[in-house]
């Protein structure tokens, strides 16, 4: 089993839908991000969290540490969010490496 | 925000000869940058934790002569895969911390995408 595990693998979704992207990890942690990789292939970084609710735009990302859970939430989704989302934590025990989850691919049509 | 940049953004080389990929902070201090690896819709893969002035440390199954990473001053961390093969043939990501932005934060840049031939 991954450290760190994301659902769905693969969404779809129709333009201003809102979508939910969850990410669950076994770890302890010191810090959860969640990265942004469009085709391309560059990777941004959306948010870092430890705790409580950051919002940025049309996105928000929350985090429960007692449960070990973050979700990342797309508002009125656009086709340019069509990108993978990757949730990658930074185990409490190691302040260097991430460890990453696997992503996951969503596409918006218009 | 800080910006990592990496040069060049793709090369296609021939079968035996090395590359040199560079990654650069434009606007802080990187104490540590990170290479990855990463496959086709797969994640990525951390080769090896570098800091300014001292050896790289190389993930278990990296090897240390095939990827060379050179991290010589606080704004620049170079990888040189040698005598490439077709396997080598991937995307590489760096990131990159520092004197910058929230602890913690990691700054990645926009990949270098190798093809050997």
């Known amino acids: 089993k991954n450290e760190v595990e994301q659902s769905p693998q693969n969404l779809t979704a129709q333009e201003g839908e809102f979508i939910t992207i969850n990410c669950s990890y076994s770890?302890?942690?010191?810090?959860l991000h969640w990265l942004q990789q469009h085709p391309g292939g560059g990777i941004v970084s959306l948010f870092m969290?430890?705790?409580g609710k950051k919002k940025h735009g049309r996105l928000i990302a929350t985090i429960n540490i007692q449960e070990k859970h973050s979700s990342l939430h797309i508002t009125a989704s656009h086709p340019r969010d069509s990108a993978v989302y990757i949730c990658a934590v930074r185990p409490r025990a190691n302040t260097d490496k991430l460890i990453f989850g696997t992503g996951t691919r969503l596409q918006v049509f218009p | 925000g800080a910006v990592v940049s990496q040069h060049p953004s793709w090369v296609i080389c021939k079968s035996g000869t090395s590359v040199k990929i560079e990654c650069r902070s434009l606007?802080?201090?990187?104490?540590?940058m990170f290479w990855y690896r990463q496959f086709p819709k797969q994640s990525l893969m951390l080769m090896a934790t570098s800091n300014e002035g001292s050896k790289a440390t190389y993930e278990q199954g990296v090897e240390k002569d095939k990827f060379l990473i050179n991290h010589a001053s606080l704004t620049l961390s170079t990888l040189t895969v040698t005598s490439a093969h077709p396997e080598d043939s991937s995307f590489y990501i760096c990131?990159?911390?520092?004197?910058?932005?929230?602890?913690?934060?990691?700054?990645f840049g926009p990949g270098t995408r190798l093809t050997v031939t």
């Open positions: 606007d802080f201090q990187a104490t540590t």
């Open positions: 770890v302890g942690i010191s810090a």
């Open positions: 969290l430890s705790s």
């Open positions: 990131s990159a911390t520092g004197l910058a932005g929230q602890p913690y934060e990691q700054y």
